[in-house]
């Protein structure tokens, strides 16, 4: 959403900004795939009216023409003290009042004239321990979390101490960031050729790495220091489609370069506890579109899902298997990328850091790395095994690329996207103690 800044207070501009109805949206992601999505739209002077009166019907017609889309109501919110943030209500008869009150109380651009006092981090706690009051509590997502970033240790409107804050004030409300973020399309103009004045995701000052956020994709970075203290903080992606590329803009349809994957039944209520939960790899340019682990303790199989806490015996013999699917068919540019390696990364969880700022996990290491011909191929599903060599609570997680980096390199302007692709997954927790079971 637009604002005619002319007039006092500002007017809405349909169509302004994002130019595409909700339906028309669900529509081109269930063309790509999709099974779920979330609708949201950035807030500004007065707009939740706008989300109640004309964003709420209309989602609701989108679910009455594609009824096989879980399709969320959800915000683009001006986080206070923050960057955007997407914000998504459960499905149920309050859902339209229960964001509407959110966006009037919260929002740091609702009110005009616009009020310092609403974009402080102290504000946002409130937020959230407002949020996590309710039955089921909704759900946010930092975006683009390194879009404003100077450069590495230099972040601008997403602070390593804020993120911690959100995460303790409420950790079932605030549950992680986006990995990948949107605008992927940036780099190309209308006719698929790349702009080279562009960067990917409007990255400019602190580059995506693979296209995905410096936060995620740096090894040892601010990610793995959350998950080093035992934070369970979940990434995600999203499209961000405001214009599609082939219309003198700089996105993708929903689904049509990056999912977010869930493991959960077809459910609205279970895809979001799944989605709290982490139970999520997320992939661009349909590198792989499945992924199973089986992690055998002390010679028994156990099939685990990113998001799960495994207790085992101090002594337990650990090792594991992982299964991805690598599609035959071509994705939605018409390539067919082959995932050339994929890595297991390890680091130890050893509880709160020494420094609320800290971004660093120095034990974090790849403990294995596969390269293609090292993988079992089964037609599309590739499989590894792994023996896990622990010595205390530890978290695993993957990642794997077409490329030949053996980490993610900057992006340089403007990189093809469908050049340069990676998959992630959250991680699985193994601690160590008297085992369960």
Known sequence: M???????PPEPIVGGDAIYPIAM???MGRHYGLGWMVTTDHGGPGHSRVTREWAYPSLL??????????QYHGLELNSPGGDHATLIVPYGPDEAEQLFNYEVAYDRNEIWPQDGSRNTTDLMVTVLTDMSQAAVPPIVIANHPSRSSRGRHDYGLYEPAELRTWNDSAPRVAIGFAGAPGHQAITLAPDGSQRADMPRGGYGA???????DPMTAELGGLWDSLLGEGRRWWITANSDSHRHYTEQGGDFWPG???KTWIHAAPSPGQVFE??????????????VNGLSMMLTIDGEANEVWPGDTVRVAPSAEISLTVTVTDPEAPNSAGRTPDLARLDIIVGHVEGPAMSRAADVNGSTRVAARFAR???????????VRSDLTLRGDTYVRLRGTNT???EPEPDPMGEGPWDDLWFYSNPIFIEFGRREG
């Open 2 to 8: 637009c604002w005619n800044r002319e007039t006092d």
């Open 25 to 27: 949206n669900t529509l």
């Open 61 to 70: 017609r989108s679910r009455a023409v594609l009824p096989d889309v879980i």
């Open 206 to 212: 602190h580059p995506t790495r693979g296209g995905f």
């Open 256 to 258: 049509e370069y990056s």
């Open 274 to 287: 799944a989605l709290r939960g982490g139970r999520v790899f997320v992939s661009t340019g349909d590198l």
């Open 373 to 383: 011909k090292d993988m079992l191929v089964n037609g599309e599903n590739l499989t």
């Open 404 to 406: 030949g980096e053996l």
